[in-house]
């Protein structure tokens, strides 16, 4: 291993590094290290994220998920949308309905009280 003289004058190991398989590189989340020689024959690396963008402005990390046709999703996928919908319907028809009609409710009997009592 190499060492190199860091800012505060003291040496420090420098770790191993290999270039990645294409396999690891395609299936790495983070932040590589790309290399690539200058006009004058010097190396320069440059920090990249997965997306290639050197200076953080380019590739804002979001990535999109996209469902294919039911023919190409697997039957957990089918199964988690069929439970996540029935869940939805569930909580909206045993929650938020009674909720809005038990509102709804006691705002008609206020204004039927106030409507007695003053006319």
């Known amino acids: 291993m190499q060492e190199h003289e860091n800012q505060t004058g003291s040496s420090a190991e420098e770790p191993r590094v290999r270039v990645m398989s294409e396999d690891e590189a395609r299936d790495y989340q983070g932040v590589t290290i790309e290399e690539h020689k200058d006009g004058s024959g010097q190396r320069v690396e440059d920090a990249q994220d997965r997306y ?68």
């Open 52 to 119: 290639g963008s050197a200076d953080g402005l380019h590739g804002s990390g979001i990535r999109i998920h996209t469902f294919g046709t039911a023919n190409s999703m697997n039957w957990l996928t089918k199964a988690a949308l069929v439970v996540g919908g029935a869940a939805v319907v569930a909580f909206l028809v045993f929650v938020a309905l009674p909720v809005l009609l038990a509102a709804a409710g006691i705002g008609v009997a206020a204004w039927l009280l106030l409507r007695f009592f003053r006319g």
